[in-house]
């Protein structure tokens, strides 16, 4: 019998790979509470501008939160989730063994050659959560410029994230401790945090050597620049999208959609 909290099973061949998932989302809903909102309007833009049948990218994919909510949601689609972190890919693959609707790919993306990893050459959408803000202005900026190169005419990408408008200090001041201070209660309460997450993942008998590898490529946890909304927005439409708007927001992130 599993641990329900952390995922981790008796034996290191038994793992229960829902478990980790469930105990990732805890972990990452500590950040954003209104995270499953988030993922709902992504997905409805998905339906929106191309379809219940997509072929999606799943960018930065980690445990494949995205294309556990895409397939849920419309059983024909396709998803290809792409990324570098061994311990957060091993729980995707676990979780998705079996289902050939879903494929991963153990990617740079910062490598300008990890485009020639992937199974197609084109995508319906490609869409991102809580995950390009490690990575500073220009290379990001490189990397839309490739992404403009996969997703097809009419296609989109979403990205989900925290932009900072640095033109309201006030309101970025006032948001950022209200958000800290509930942090802190639920805290206190026993969630668990980033750190924790990852204490217990470096404990279990199966992710500990995917676990240490990670720390190895990432170190602790490196943000980037994390500018605007409209920064993303000019920023796609220079790199070849025809449109590109936030379509949601929270006071601390947002959903950024553009239209091949």
Request: glycine share 6%.
């Amino acid at each position: 019998m599993s641990d329900k909290t952390t995922g981790r099973a008796d034996t290191a061949t038994e793992t229960d790979w829902a478990a980790w998932q469930r105990s990732w989302d805890r972990q990452q809903e500590w950040y954003m509470p209104d995270r499953e909102e988030r993922f709902r309007i992504m997905l409805d833009m998905v339906e929106a501008l191309v379809g219940p049948e997509a072929r999606v990218l799943d960018l930065a994919c980690g445990t494949g939160s995205i294309t556990n909510r895409l397939l849920r949601r419309f059983p024909n689609a396709t998803s290809t989730g792409v990324d570098l972190d061994p311990a957060l890919l091993a729980i995707a693959e676990g979780s998705f063994a079996g289902d050939d609707r879903v494929t991963f790919v153990t990617a740079d993306l910062k490598d300008p050659a990890w485009t020639e990893a992937l199974p197609y050459d084109s995508y319906d959408a490609v869409l991102t959560a809580t995950a390009l803000h490690w990575l500073h202005s220009e290379p990001l900026a490189a990397l839309y410029g490739r992404l403009a190169g996969l997703v097809r005419e009419g296609g989109v990408f979403m990205n989900a994230d925290h932009m900072i408008d640095e033109t309201t200090p006030r309101i970025n001041a006032a948001e950022r401790a209200q958000r800290h201070a509930r942090m802190d209660r639920e805290k206190a309460a026993g969630v668990l945090d980033w750190a924790d997450w990852w204490a217990l993942a470096a404990e279990d008998p199966v992710l500990a050597g995917p676990t240490a590898r990670r720390f190895e490529i990432y170190g602790e946890h490196a943000d980037g620049d994390m500018p605007s909304p409209r920064w993303h927005a000019d920023t796609l439409r220079a790199a070849g999208f025809a449109e590109a708007r936030t379509v949601w927001a929270s006071p601390s992130d947002t959903l950024l959609l553009a239209v091949r």
